[in-house]
Nanobody, 125 residues
Framework: QVQLVESGGELVQAGGSLRLSCAAS????????MGWFRQAPGKEREFVGA????????YTADSVKGRFTISRDKLKNTVYLQTNSLKPEDTAVYYC??????????????????WGQGTQVTVSS
């Protein structure tokens, strides 16, 4: 079992930056992938990016490429989402999720087994 806890979301002005954290506890897998998603009110959950736990390879969605960066600290069992140049349309609840053993890259949505509770990011104009 893996537990995921996100933090770092808050109210920020447009153009600002936030670093979101996702602390993982419990069992981890060398072949696992950690992903970030977001969900705005009335919209479907959207993939933001993913990182392989072992090698640190990343994949970022086109919608945030160049502004958002994913990283991980293996010693702290934590994955980060650095968000820069934030826009009002980035307002959403941000979730991290884990794939125990990936079979595709980036993983398909239904490969993510474990989910955190989410952290709210609000960007004011």
């Amino acid at each position: 079992q893996v537990q995921l806890v996100e933090s770092g979301g808050e109210l920020v002005q447009a153009g600002g930056s936030l670093r979101l954290s996702c602390a993982a506890s419990g069992r981890t897998f060398s072949g696992s992938v950690m992903g970030w998603f977001r969900q705005a009110p009335g919209k479907e959950r959207e993939f933001v990016g993913a990182i392989t736990w072992s090698g640190g390879s990343t994949y970022t969605a086109d919608s945030v490429k160049g502004r958002f960066t994913i990283s991980r600290d293996k010693l702290k069992n934590t994955v980060y989402l650095q968000t820069n140049s934030l826009k009002p349309e980035d307002t959403a609840v941000y979730y991290c999720a884990a794939v125990p053993v990936r079979s595709s890259w980036p993983p398909r949505f239904n490969e993510y087994v474990y989910w955190g509770q989410g952290t709210q990011v609000t960007v004011s104009s």
